[in-house]
């Protein structure tokens, strides 16, 4: 990699973590080796073996897939807002927007509700990607000065349901059937799909999402935008709270820039007897599909049980992808010193 | 009867799709993160030649096609048949005309193609890169232009049709690129 790619790598980690700082958020740098591992049936965790001193085989260890659980042990044991800024590993995952071993930024901001932490993504990544990438410093700020040229990029927010409507023409995304889903895609020109049972309306609600709607988010015309979706379906809050004034939707977003998802963010969950259920259902789910089990954190869930999370938002979002739109590159693989076949 | 899986998916592999051998050109893996991974996938029909999609979902297994590229001598056509041989076997294989119907033309007697064999079957022929050809009709063009500033049609002796510049006479040995289907240069 060229030097001078590696140095705008290296501000833009620079210009994330001044951003947190300013703001008084610190960073911490929690384990990537851990006894437990994410339920989460689409996600899969690499593993490795660590000789413990006293045991006598080696002991299995996931390798994180996000640094959520241990950030929020710390956040129950009082650290306030933090970040996190550092490799997260999910197995089998490359392509131009995945790469197995990828930069993670996550953070969490105490007493922020979800729309609080959206409007500060908003913030980041104006920060970020109104700058032109093709621009040395001085030029920008002759241009600033001089044109006073306005980079702001449009901003989009929608709910889950209104995406579909507006992206989709399907106006009530809760209420249609599998066979509208279907339809929807061959009307879109979306190519055949094989191996999807005709009446599985969730995953095909799903196609309709990755293949129709997210596709046009987060554009306009030719330049780039920002596309907000919030309140995803309950049955995908994750760890996201229920939203209080409607219990099909959660307070979870994503955020899109050109057709792709930067982050993916909860109003979060505060009570163990919560996450436990959630997670029980996710290994239900991992155990039906197939999948091994995975570890548990009781380590979290005895944490939360003593101290429940406070009231917190957070945010998990892909440097890669985020180096990849500043720089105006289709495979993130091209901001990246050394991909997965290259290493 | 071997398989693939999506997870074995990449460009070049050879599948059964409807009972035709197909290749992929593309495969790109969906993770949602928060959803079931799919696989997007770019392929073309050996058969026909189109270029087809499809979205698999994650863990769908496919056949496996058994084709196979091999580097075969071009013999002879009887009319209904295009002969070829493993210079090193003497196996001998036969050609139909949908196999070789874009290429004829530029098929020399004795020059290695390289054969896609299904089932060990040709299914396609590949002639090599450049040939050199005569040409056997073309118009005389005007003398002293050296330039090669215009061009014109010329009738090669497989029957290829190729432009090539004006300078170039009835007789003439040249060299043309078979992908392009274009003249390259006068042949010493």
Same mark, same amino acid.
């Given at each position: 990699m060229k030097r001078s790619l590696l140095l705008k790598r290296s501000q833009l980690f620079q210009q994330l973590r001044t951003?947190?700082?300013?703001?008084?958020?610190?960073?911490?740098?929690?384990? =990537?080796?851990?006894?437990?591992?994410?339920?989460d049936c689409h996600l899969s965790s690499l593993t490795t073996q660590v000789q413990v001193p006293g045991e006598r085989e080696p002991q299995p260890y996931y390798l994180h897939t996000?640094?959520?659980? &241990? =950030?929020?042990?710390?956040?129950?044991?009082?650290?306030?807002?933090?970040?996190?800024?550092?490799?997260?590993?999910?197995?089998?995952?490359?392509?131009?927007?995945?790469?197995?071993?990828? =930069?993670?930024?996550?953070?969490?901001?105490?007493?922020?509700?979800m729309q609080d932490l959206i409007e500060e993504v908003v913030v980041l990544l104006h920060h970020v990607l109104n700058v032109p990438p093709n621009l040395s410093p001085p030029e920008i700020n002759a241009k600033r000065t001089s044109t006073t040229v306005d980079h702001t990029l449009r901003v989009e927010q929608l709910t889950y349901q209104q995406a579909f409507a507006k992206y989709a023409n399907i106006s009530?995304?809760?209420? /249609?059937?599998?066979?509208?889903?279907?339809?929807?895609?061959?009307?879109?020109?979306?190519?055949?799909?094989?191996?999807?049972? =005709?009446?599985?309306k969730g995953l095909w609600e799903q196609l309709v999402l990755t293949e129709v709607v997210e596709p046009q988010l987060g554009r306009e015309g030719e330049n780039l935008a920002i596309t907000v979706l919030s309140h995803y379906p309950a049955s995908q809050a994750a760890l996201a709270q229920i939203s209080s004034d409607n219990p099909l939707t959660s307070e979870r977003f994503e955020v899109f820039v050109k057709g792709m998802e930067l982050a993916n963010g909860y109003h979060e969950l505060r009570e163990a007897s919560f996450y436990q259920r959630r997670f029980e259902a996710s290994l239900n789910e991992r155990v039906q599909q197939g999948f091994s089990?995975?570890?548990?954190?009781?380590?979290?869930?005895?944490?939360?049980?003593?101290? &429940?999370?406070?009231?917190?938002?957070?945010?998990?979002?892909?440097?890669?992808?985020?180096?990849?739109?500043?720089?105006g590159f289709d495979d993130i693989q091209q901001g990246i010193a050394f991909g997965l076949l290259e290493s | 009867m071997a398989t693939y899986s999506t997870?074995?998916?990449?460009?070049?592999?050879?599948?059964?799709?409807?009972?035709?051998?197909?290749?992929?050109?593309?495969?790109?893996?969906?993770? &949602?993160?928060?959803?079931?991974?799919?696989?997007?996938?770019?392929?073309?029909?050996?058969?026909?030649?189109?270029?087809?999609?499809?979205t698999f979902k994650s863990g769908e297994k496919v056949e496996a096609a058994d084709v196979v590229d091999t580097d075969l001598q071009y013999l002879y056509t009887d009319?209904?048949?295009?002969?070829?041989?493993? &210079?090193?076997?003497?196996?001998?294989?036969?050609?139909?005309?949908? /196999?070789?119907?874009?290429?004829?033309?530029?098929l020399i007697e004795q020059d290695m193609c390289t054969v896609t064999l299904f089932n060990g079957q040709p299914i396609s022929v590949t002639p090599p890169k450049q040939i050199t050809l005569e040409i056997i009709d073309t118009d005389p063009g005007l003398k002293g232009d050296t330039a090669g500033t215009g061009g014109k049609p010329a009738t090669l002796s497989t029957g290829a049709v190729v432009q090539v510049p004006l300078f170039v006479q009835?007789?003439?040995?040249?060299?043309?690129?078979?992908?392009?289907?274009?003249?390259?240069?006068?042949?010493?």
């Amino acid at each position: 990699m060229k030097r001078s790619l590696l140095l705008k790598r290296s501000q833009l980690f620079q210009q994330l973590r001044t951003f947190f700082y300013a703001r008084s958020v610190i960073e911490v740098d929690t384990p =990537m080796l851990s006894v437990a591992g994410a339920p989460d049936c689409h996600l899969s965790s690499l593993t490795t073996q660590v000789q413990v001193p006293g045991e006598r085989e080696p002991q299995p260890y996931y390798l994180h897939t996000s640094p959520e659980y &241990p =950030m929020k042990r710390l956040l129950c044991e009082g650290s306030g807002d933090i970040f996190y800024l550092g490799k997260v590993f999910r197995d089998g995952d490359l392509s131009p927007r995945h790469q197995v071993e990828f =930069m993670m930024l996550e953070w969490y901001r105490i007493g922020f509700s979800m729309q609080d932490l959206i409007e500060e993504v908003v913030v980041l990544l104006h920060h970020v990607l109104n700058v032109p990438p093709n621009l040395s410093p001085p030029e920008i700020n002759a241009k600033r000065t001089s044109t006073t040229v306005d980079h702001t990029l449009r901003v989009e927010q929608l709910t889950y349901q209104q995406a579909f409507a507006k992206y989709a023409n399907i106006s009530n995304i809760f209420e /249609a059937s599998a066979s509208q889903c279907q339809a929807c895609l061959s009307a879109y020109g979306v190519p055949e799909i094989v191996g999807v049972a =005709m009446e599985d309306k969730g995953l095909w609600e799903q196609l309709v999402l990755t293949e129709v709607v997210e596709p046009q988010l987060g554009r306009e015309g030719e330049n780039l935008a920002i596309t907000v979706l919030s309140h995803y379906p309950a049955s995908q809050a994750a760890l996201a709270q229920i939203s209080s004034d409607n219990p099909l939707t959660s307070e979870r977003f994503e955020v899109f820039v050109k057709g792709m998802e930067l982050a993916n963010g909860y109003h979060e969950l505060r009570e163990a007897s919560f996450y436990q259920r959630r997670f029980e259902a996710s290994l239900n789910e991992r155990v039906q599909q197939g999948f091994s089990p995975v570890a548990l954190d009781e380590r979290l869930l005895t944490t939360l049980t003593q101290t &429940p999370l406070p009231d917190c938002s957070g945010v998990a979002l892909g440097v890669d992808r985020l180096f990849a739109l500043q720089q105006g590159f289709d495979d993130i693989q091209q901001g990246i010193a050394f991909g997965l076949l290259e290493s | 009867m071997a398989t693939y899986s999506t997870t074995e998916f990449k460009a070049g592999l050879k599948f059964l799709m409807d009972g035709q051998p197909c290749t992929i050109i593309e495969n790109t893996q969906v993770s &949602p993160g928060k959803g079931q991974a799919f696989n997007r996938v770019r392929y073309r029909n050996l058969i026909t030649g189109r270029v087809l999609e499809k979205t698999f979902k994650s863990g769908e297994k496919v056949e496996a096609a058994d084709v196979v590229d091999t580097d075969l001598q071009y013999l002879y056509t009887d009319g209904d048949f295009w002969h070829f041989m493993d &210079p090193a076997s003497f196996d001998q294989f036969q050609a139909t005309e949908s /196999a070789v119907a874009d290429i004829q033309k530029w098929l020399i007697e004795q020059d290695m193609c390289t054969v896609t064999l299904f089932n060990g079957q040709p299914i396609s022929v590949t002639p090599p890169k450049q040939i050199t050809l005569e040409i056997i009709d073309t118009d005389p063009g005007l003398k002293g232009d050296t330039a090669g500033t215009g061009g014109k049609p010329a009738t090669l002796s497989t029957g290829a049709v190729v432009q090539v510049p004006l300078f170039v006479q009835i007789g003439e040995k040249v060299i043309v690129n078979t992908e392009k289907g274009e003249y390259i240069s006068r042949a010493k």
